[in-house]
């Protein structure tokens, strides 16, 4: 099992330019999402899906979009980058919502820098 | 509004020594707290989790201690060892309503753990 990945692993944009960021999860999970993560900000959430063709918005969402084709895909994408997208990018996954465990699996991240 | 405050910022602690990061949160209908360690480069994944219904719980060298009435809870590390210098976040999450799929992350606090 691979569990999460993520590509690309780096990227470099220049303003206004647009890019979509590919995560994969092969554990049959219904839940993924997209975080964020900023120095000193921690991790947040920017959108969710809690199943195939369903998406929603999570703490951050402007800027982005997200499309959930397929149950193992979760696309990123960003229409017109701006400087304020630098960030480093998770995507996460996990199984439905159980009584008593909620464990999101992390993919390595892509880091974005938009010049 | 921050719903998940995390302290301290950084934290450095000698091998062998205890160390102890906290965490307050403001929403009552948070009933699920885990910690996730995160190495440099690498995604977050998940510590060790409680819920409000147990005041202790511990794996290994690893314990979470809960207070439900000062909404606080907080990760001790015992035996510190240089390898488990990451970053560390708490996180909070409740099971029903809104919100309910996702996970509100602390800030973070970078753990380094000197020989």
């Known amino acids: 099992n691979a569990g999460v990945t993520q590509t690309p692993k780096f990227r470099v944009l220049k303003t206004g330019q647009s890019m979509t960021l590919l995560c994969a999860q092969d554990m049959n999970h219904e839940y993924m999402y997209w975080y964020r993560q900023d120095p000193g900000m921690g991790l947040r959430l920017i959108h969710y899906?809690?199943?195939?063709?369903?998406?929603a918005k999570g703490e951050v969402p402007d800027g982005y979009n997200v499309s959930r084709l397929k149950k193992q895909n979760f696309l990123l994408g960003l229409e017109s980058a701006a400087p304020s997208q630098t960030s480093v990018y998770f995507c996460?996954?996990?199984?439905?919502?159980?009584?008593?465990?909620?464990?999101?699996?992390f993919g390595p991240g892509t880091r974005l820098t938009v010049l | 509004q921050q719903q998940v405050k995390q302290s301290p910022q950084s934290l450095i602690v000698q091998k062998g020594g205890i160390s102890i990061i906290n965490c307050a949160y403001e929403n009552t209908a948070f009933d699920y707290f885990p910690w996730y360690q995160q190495f440099p480069g690498k995604g977050p994944a998940l510590l060790i989790a409680?819920?409000?219904?147990?005041s202790e719980k511990k794996e290994g060298r690893f314990t979470i201690s809960f207070n439900k009435s000062a909404k606080q809870f907080s990760l001790h590390i015992m035996d510190s060892q240089p390898g488990d210098s990451a970053t560390y976040f708490c996180a909070a999450r409740r099971s029903s309503g809104a919100g309910s799929y996702q996970l509100t992350f602390g800030k973070g606090t970078k753990l380094s753990v000197i020989p």
């Open positions: 996460a996954s996990s199984y439905r919502l159980r009584s008593s465990t909620d464990t999101q699996y």
């Open positions: 899906s809690v199943g195939e063709g369903t998406t």
């Open positions: 409680i819920r409000p219904d147990v």
